[in-house]
């Protein structure tokens, strides 16, 4: 594969241009949604031949996308079958209960597949591996759960899935996590893949029953943020299964863009084909695009798409960007320097804004808790004019006296709020038989009330 990681910044831009011209053409011509938008603008398409001049373009905002995403679908039948003819639908969810849908082309599916070796390449995903895929069935299908096969197929590796999760329907699909746990042990699987918390749970039930885990040397990481303690508890895990590795691969991406991969345990995260996205950091109020280094919001451009195309889109991501060759694997293209903070998860209580992110963050860094929600919450629920608290539920078997202190105060010095603490079994925490993932952190408020 010819591999333009391999090739400078300034052969990286001539493509990303060339790619972008061609993109900009088709919009003009078959995007309802930009062919409206830049008319409106007063936006002359055809003058924008460059990386350079893209900053010229309005932001497209998330809401834009959910309210009509059938507006985004390139229609050009002019394309040959294989750029028009659909392969698949993503789903993204955004902060309304429907998912918006992401409609792939045959083209895109090949994209897909294409991005994916690289992920592999960048993060050492090899033909002879067997991956778990742990993710849940869900309502609306996770773009994880589909995308790990592809996955898989893109590098020639085994894959087979456990199919954890509450059930929708009466079809009786499911496994329990003592079934997956056993199908790890029985395929031999090296790589696990799949929800963070959820994982963990593998892990903590393949201790507790002695499975044989000496096979897994991977666990890939999807769907929620993970902080470093985390992965260091998960790896004290597998050393206690005694298996071949504990590489903690954090999976970054989306459905409207596709992943990341990291060449390092906690380095940035590679852009794998910049031939088929770019990226900027902006000023979300301007649309200014900033220097490397500083933080700022991401926004992905398609530079190769045929079905759903996103130009300068706000993923609602805050992160930076470093260029250059990487100091650990020498690839080329941007990569993208964490932490990531979703900007829709700032959370405003006693008038503070918190990251709840940064609370996890130091809620996953303290041992002997088995399981834990942060709670923010009306002091009297009935009231809604009462003040707002913030409550830690933990399930532990540590002394509760001296957990307690060391949270309140860990969790104080992290937001400025001191939270009040409670204890609960473990299951009423998170129940992997009903949820397919843990609830962190959850605002209980009533909503309209600021
Ligand atoms: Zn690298």
Known sequence: MNDLLRFSESEIEKTQNEKLRAMLEMCSRGHPYYMNKW??????????????????????????????????????????????????????????????????????????????????????????????NLFPLTAAPMGAFVRSATNAYAVGATIFAALPGAAHGNFDVNRSLDEAVALIELHRATILW?????????????????????????????????????????????????????????????????????CVEDGPWHNPAPEIQFHEVVDPDTGKRLADGERGALAVTHLDRRGTVLIRFLVGDIVSMVRG???????????????????????????????????????????????????????????????????????????????????IERVQKTVQIRPRVEFSPAVEIYDPAKHSKATRFQDQRPLNNE
Request: glycine fraction near 6%; include cysteine.
């Open 39 to 132: 008319r409106e603008s007063g936006v002359n398409i055809s003058s924008i031949t460059s990386l350079s001049d893209l900053e010229l373009l309005p932001l497209t905002h998330k809401r834009a996308l959910m309210e009509d995403p059938e507006s985004f679908r390139l229609k050009l039948p002019d394309l040959p079958l294989h750029e028009r003819v659909l392969w698949d639908v993503g789903y993204t969810t955004g902060s309304t209960g429907d998912p918006t849908p992401v409609y792939n082309t045959s083209h895109d599916y090949y994209a897909y597949l294409f991005q994916s070796k690289r992920v592999a390449d960048i993060s050492g995903i090899r033909p002879d591996d067997i991956i778990a």
């Open 325 to 407: 060759p990487c100091p650990v694997c020498g690839r080329f293209g941007d990569r993208l320097v964490g932490p990531v903070v979703r900007t829709k998860d700032l959370v405003k209580v006693k008038g503070m804004l918190i990251n709840p992110s940064a609370l996890i963050e130091t809620m996953n860094g303290i041992s002997g808790i088995d399981e834990y929600q942060v709670l923010v919450r009306r002091t009297k629920p009935e009231d809604p004019f009462s003040p707002d608290e913030l409550l830690v539920r933990m399930a532990s078997t540590a002394n509760h006296d001296h957990l307690s202190q060391v949270v």
């Open 194 to 262: 799949g929800i963070p918390s959820f994982v963990r749970r593998i892990l903590m039930r393949a201790l507790e029953i002695n499975a044989d885990f000496r096979t897994v040397r991977m666990c890939a990481l999807t769907g929620e943020a993970t902080s470093k303690p985390f992965r260091e508890d998960l790896r004290n895990h597998l050393r206690q299964l005694k298996s071949a590795g504990t590489t903690m691969f954090d999976r970054y991406g989306s459905t409207e863009m596709g992943a990341f991969a990291q």
